[in-house]
């Protein structure tokens, strides 16, 4: 038999076998195996900040996350509130006003670092998310490993959490 269809047949066999040994727990894997797909993280400080953005755009700093507003995306001065949702082991945002949509993609960059060093090796993206955490979708993102980020293009305001 060829090699690859060895392969092929010894995983089937294996994935037929009952499993002889317990799961591993999720926060050993750093959230890897939660069923939400959010990368579980260690708790940061929470922080909230409030700044009025108009046509010209702006950045605006939300702990250790940053929302980029291009030019363009907004055509009347807003004023927005961001905070950190804490107590639920997952890096997340939530946006106010809620429902406010952009005329142009605004940039969520939101860090990663302070979670498991196994939950990094897998590629991150940014998920919007309901007030329980339950995933909606996913935004298109773009994952520095390096500096332990991950940028989404966000279309409206809502909430928002890393996920892998």
């Known amino acids: 038999m060829k ?26 894997l750093g959230g890897l195996l939660n ?14 900040a409030t700044q009025t953005l108009g046509s010209a755009g702006g950045t ?12 363009g995306a907004l055509s009347a001065p807003v004023a927005i509130r961001a905070e950190i949702v804490t107590g639920r082991g997952v890096n997340a945002v939530h946006f106010e006003p809620e429902g406010l949509a952009f ?7 939101m860090s990663y670092s302070n979670c ?3 939950g990094s090796l897998m590629p991150k993206r940014i998920a919007y998310v309901s007030d329980g955490l339950n995933v909606y979708s996913y935004l298109l993102s773009f994952d520095n490993l390096w500096i332990k980020k991950v940028t989404g293009r966000v279309d409206h305001f809502s909430n928002y959490a890393v996920a892998w």
């Not at 690859?4 to 926060?27: G, H, I, M, N, Y």
């Not at 990368?39 to 940061?44: A, D, K, M, T, W």
């Open 103 to 109: 005329a142009r993609s605004a940039a969520l960059t």
């Open 60 to 71: 605006m700093r939300i702990g250790p996350h940053t929302l980029t507003v291009p030019t």
């Open 3 to 28: 090699p690859l269809r060895w392969l092929v047949v010894v995983l089937l066999v294996c994935a037929c076998k009952e499993p002889s040994a317990p799961s591993p727990d999720a926060s050993l």
């Open 116 to 118: 498991s060093l196994l």
């Open 35 to 48: 069923l939400t797909g959010l990368l579980g993280c260690s708790e940061i400080p929470y922080a909230s």
